[in-house]
């Protein structure tokens, strides 16, 4: 300011600022830290960033307001002051779901409440969730299910574990939730049979956990394993047979015959042939399951486990099965069980010889003269490097190997003979021996004999 006497004197004032801010502070974007998901504590805090105005009055306070999540909830509104504030720490005002929003003041008085924040939401929840088993359906009793109460925030996850009785040694089983329940299966067939403790665990979506070993009906979640109705499964290749009893009748021995039938778990089946496996499924009692799917699994030294059929058992529970001799093999026959009834299985082993044809190209020689042995393996596919053949002749009563060959990859052989020791006229026989090999799905087999006649000197 300047001022001026009557004598044209001039005085200036010292210079003086003056600040005007008349537009109230924008809206700034509010986060919540630690994210928006459900908490079990009551421990919340609203953040943002001041953006710099350097021609503004300056932030001094901020007014937040907390609203129910719900469509008819009430709000609350909260004057906090701060140079510069750009956080601050809240509270639910009970357990659920809350609304925050914030608008800011500054220095100069200027605030809007239609600049407030999007809002954030606070999830509070302290209060565990409320688990119990349902009992066991007898319909389907390895069905394990324990329904889980939450009312604010909701099942989030659990587990359901199962314990030998007074063993404290718990094994987890493989756990789903189902809407509002967690579910689980017990493998009844692999568990020692006995006494079981069952327990559930629950965790809400603020972390809350709960666990429980009692029934809805407040009895203890104890089990008796089996669950479900054993059953048996026999499988094996009938074979009819005379059986002969001597007997003692009025001081006289007597010789009594029956016919018997046996059932063999494991037989030599020649190559080509077929031998009719049969079979039963039973329970506890002795009664036959009908209508039971039975698959067969196949499995040998070069081949690992594989299906190649099923059959269906009939009203006594009984199936047959017609294996033919391809390789030697072990056939296992199971019974994937039900909801009701264990799974059951057996097994039959079936040895197939290695086949050889042998043929010769004279069968009647003079001492000196040779002959050509030769043959084709039939039990393939051969070994890589082609089968080992063992020409066997029969001496004072005993096979005595004297040529070894190996075939070619089709299973062909052939092996020349020179006799130079034959004095008079002498049949030899003749034999293939095929001996068992590692990787060759075949046991040891024999040819048929030939035989060839050669004449030497008297």
């Known amino acids: 300011m300047q001022a001026q006497d009557t004598a044209g004197n001039l ?54 307001k907390i ?79 324990a329904p889980v109460v939450d009312k604010i925030s909701g099942l989030a996850d659990g587990s359901i574990e199962i314990s030998p009785a007074g063993s404290g040694t718990w094994q987890a089983l493989k756990t789903t939730t189902d809407g509002g329940r967690l579910v689980a299966r017990i493998d009844d067939a692999t568990l020692p049979a006995g006494s079981y403790q069952v327990r559930a665990t629950a965790h809400d979506q603020a972390h809350n956990e709960a666990s429980t070993t009692q029934r809805s009906d407040g009895q203890p979640m104890t089990l008796t394993l089996p669950l479900r109705i054993a059953t048996t499964l026999g499988a094996g290749i009938p074979r009819e047979r005379i059986e002969r009893t001597t007997v003692r009748r009025h001081g006289k021995r007597r010789v009594t015959q029956r016919r018997v039938t ?50 269906t058992t009939d009203p006594a529970g009984r199936f047959t099965y017609t294996a033919s001799g391809t390789t030697s093999r072990t056939l296992r026959f199971t019974y994937a069980g039900s909801a009701v009834t264990l799974p059951a299985q057996s097994s039959v ?87 068992r090999e590692a990787g060759y799905p075949f046991a040891a087999g024999t040819s048929k004999s030939i035989r060839v006649r050669v004449r030497g000197r008297a």
């Open 67 to 145: 609203c129910s999540a719900s469509a008819s909830g009430t709000c609350t509104q909260t004057d906090v002051p701060g140079d510069g504030i750009s956080r601050i720490p809240l509270q639910a005002p009970g357990p659920g779901e809350w609304t925050v929003s914030m608008w800011r003041h500054d220095a100069a008085g200027n605030t809007d409440p239609d600049a407030a924040s999007v809002p954030v939401t606070l999830r509070y929840d302290p209060e565990p969730p409320q688990v119990s088993f349902n009992p066991p359906d007898a319909s389907d009793p390895t069905l394990i299910t």
């Open 11 to 64: 005085g200036l004032s010292p210079s003086v600022t003056a600040r005007v801010d008349n537009t109230p502070p924008g809206r700034v974007d509010v986060g919540l830290e630690g994210g928006d998901g459900w908490r079990n504590t009551n421990d919340f805090a609203a953040s943002w960033t001041n953006p710099a105005e350097n021609d503004r009055a300056p932030i001094v306070g901020a007014t937040y």
């Open 349 to 435: 082993r079936l040895v197939t010889p290695a086949a050889s044809s042998l043929r010769v190209n004279r069968s009647r020689v003079l001492n000196g003269q040779s002959v050509t042995f030769g043959g084709h393996v039939a039990s393939v596919p051969v070994p890589a490097g082609g089968k080992l053949v063992q020409l066997e002749v029969q001496l004072a009563g005993r096979w005595q190997t004297f040529r070894t060959v190996r075939t070619d990859q089709a299973g062909n052989w052939s092996v020349p003979y020179k006799f130079a020791r034959t004095r008079g006229i002498q049949w030899y026989r003749f034999r293939v021996e095929l001996p």
């Open 262 to 311: 046996r059932v063999f778990h494991s037989i030599a089946l020649a190559l080509g042939r077929r031998a009719q496996i049969a079979g039963q499924l039973t329970n506890r009692d002795g009664q036959g399951l009908a209508g039971a799917d039975v698959q067969v699994l196949e499995s040998s030294e070069t081949t690992p486990e594989h299906l190649i059929g099923d059959v």
